[in-house]
């Protein structure tokens, strides 16, 4: 995926006619499985249950369509607010616009939600401060709408040459991987931050994690029983899920690479609208294989691209 979209962001030049959209255009085009907020009064806490909850959203807004409305308590002030979800896009418009000054007796503030957008700067040099204090940090969040922005660390906690931060809008989540980032009077390219399905680590199974395993042991390289991977002295590969001769944790299994698409589908949505990539497989690692094991295997990636295509086309019709 990454040479993919590096091979876009080289073809593409400040010559080529940019069509510049307004965000809602970007939220219709590119729908979220939902769409939530928060409201904060002090007033909430005086309506006691659901019903009165809803009854007042309604009064104050005409809407009553509503996925969730869930009370948190704030451990400090004590004070109340509400978490509302709503599936429609048009309902989040409505919802998120100016409410009666009456509204839950006091009046009420509105907290909005980001979409789940994060991207990774490439090659930033590793004594770069990702801190709140730097100014070229700041410089990023005012000129990109970027947020969270942090340092990568590795397995043993040492910094990365990358940086991760979230975006405000689906559009800074575009413009920033198509035209990259300057940091200083440098320019630096962006890629998205895609997710890796994480199976139990004690069982290998995919629809749990470890804290709620009940079962034995078994290797996640091997499939056998009585030891860690780590500890694993078989040569060869077997799949814990689909029994393919592979680790259960790799993108060559048809079940994981399930997973994979099904948790990114909202970025894979994106990123295939805007062309910088031209399927959902392109985010699954199945090239890394010896000649030897990439002739044998073909036939079965071929097999995994097609049943990937057809699992994200009826993912996306179902959005």
Same mark, same amino acid.
């Given at each position: ?19 510049? %959209?307004?965000? $809602? +255009? ?10 939530? &907020?928060?409201?904060?009064?002090? /007033? ?14 309604? =009064?104050?807004?005409?809407? *009553? ?32 616009? $100016?409410?009666? @000054?009456?509204? +839950? ?16 700067? @490439? *090659?930033?040099?590793? !004594? ?16 990109? /709408?970027?947020?969270?922005?942090? =340092?990568?660390?590795?397995?043993? !906690? ?39 399905? =994480? ?27 009585? %030891?860690?991977?780590?500890? #694993?002295?078989?040569?060869? *590969?077997?799949?814990? !899920? #689909? @029994?393919?001769?592979?680790?259960? &944790?790799?993108?060559?299994?048809? $079940? ?9 589908? &909202? ?8 062309? &910088?990539?031209?399927?959902?497989? *392109?985010?699954?690692?199945?090239? !890394? ?31």
């Amino acid at each position: 995926m990454t040479t993919n979209i590096i091979k876009y962001q080289t073809n593409t030049t400040k010559s080529m006619t940019n069509i510049e %959209h307004d965000e $809602e +255009f970007n939220e219709r085009k590119y729908k979220r499985d939902y769409y939530d &907020f928060e409201l904060i009064g002090n /007033g909430i806490s005086g309506y006691s249950n659901i019903y009165e909850r809803i009854d007042e959203i309604k =009064r104050c807004t005409g809407i *009553d369509n509503l996925e969730m409305v869930r009370p948190i308590v704030e451990k400090n002030s004590k004070n109340m607010k509400l978490k509302i979800k709503v599936k429609e896009y048009s309902d989040y418009k409505t919802l998120t616009k $100016e409410w009666p @000054l009456d509204s +839950f007796k006091t009046g009420i503030k509105i907290k909005k939600s980001y979409p789940n957008l994060k991207v990774i700067v @490439l *090659d930033v040099q590793r !004594n770069f401060k990702a801190n709140q204090d730097n100014i070229e940090i700041k410089a990023l969040q005012d000129n990109y /709408g970027l947020y969270n922005i942090r =340092r990568i660390h590795n397995h043993k !906690n040492q910094p990365c040459n990358k940086i991760t931060a979230k975006c405000k809008k689906i559009s800074d989540f575009i413009d920033v991987i198509k035209d990259g980032v300057f940091i200083g009077s440098k320019k630096y390219r962006v890629i998205p931050h895609t997710v890796n399905y =994480r199976v139990c680590s004690k069982c290998g199974s995919l629809k749990h994690q470890q804290k709620d395993c009940f079962k034995a042991q078994y290797c996640l390289k091997c499939s056998g029983t009585g %030891h860690h991977i780590d500890n #694993c002295n078989s040569f060869f *590969d077997k799949c814990i !899920n #689909c @029994l393919g001769p592979h680790k259960c &944790f790799s993108d060559k299994c048809k $079940e994981f690479a399930q997973k994979k698409i099904f948790i990114n589908r &909202f970025v894979l949505k994106i990123l295939i609208g805007e062309k &910088f990539i031209s399927s959902a497989s *392109d985010i699954l690692q199945v090239g !890394n294989d010896s000649k030897e094991d990439q002739t044998s295997e073909s036939s079965d990636t071929s097999k995994l691209n097609d049943l990937i295509e057809s699992i994200f086309s009826d993912k996306i019709n179902n959005l």
